[in-house]
């Protein structure tokens, strides 16, 4: 069993910057690829950016690189997400997202991971 618990959401104003905290615990072998989602109101889950094996490889969504940074730390037990420069289209619920190697065959897609957290509340004010 894997256990994923958010934190660090909040609200912004447009060209802020928040920094997402996801501590994962449980199975190693099961969470080699983590990544985070996010969800706004009436929009499919849709994936934001994941990393493999401590950051060797990461992966961002177009509308999300440059902006955003993935890590990993703590040996591989809490990842972040940077968030600069926001848009209110950054509105959303994120999900960190824990899945095995084959994630990495469609990193952005919610059915290659097997756990999620809970969810934390990111909002953008224009």
């Known amino acids: 069993q894997v256990q994923l618990v958010e934190s660090g959401g909040g609200s912004v104003q447009t060209g802020g910057s928040l920094r997402l905290s996801c501590a994962a615990s449980?199975?190693?072998?099961?969470?080699?690829?983590m990544a985070w989602f996010r969800q706004a109101d009436g929009k499919e889950r849709e994936g934001v950016a994941a990393?493999?094996?401590?950051?060797?490889?990461?992966y961002y969504a177009a509308s999300v690189k440059g902006r955003f940074t993935i890590s990993q730390h703590n040996n591989g037990n809490t990842v972040y997400l940077q968030m600069n420069s926001l848009k209110p289209e950054d509105t959303a619920v994120y999900y960190c997202?824990?899945?095995?190697?084959?994630?990495?065959?469609?990193?952005?897609?919610?059915?290659?991971?097997?756990?999620w957290g809970q969810g934390t509340q990111v909002t953008v004010s224009s």
């Open positions: 449980g199975a190693t072998s099961s969470r080699n690829v």
């Open positions: 990393i493999y094996n401590g950051g060797v490889s990461t």
């Open positions: 997202a824990a899945g095995p190697l084959g994630a990495l065959a469609s990193w952005f897609t919610p059915r290659y991971y097997n756990y």
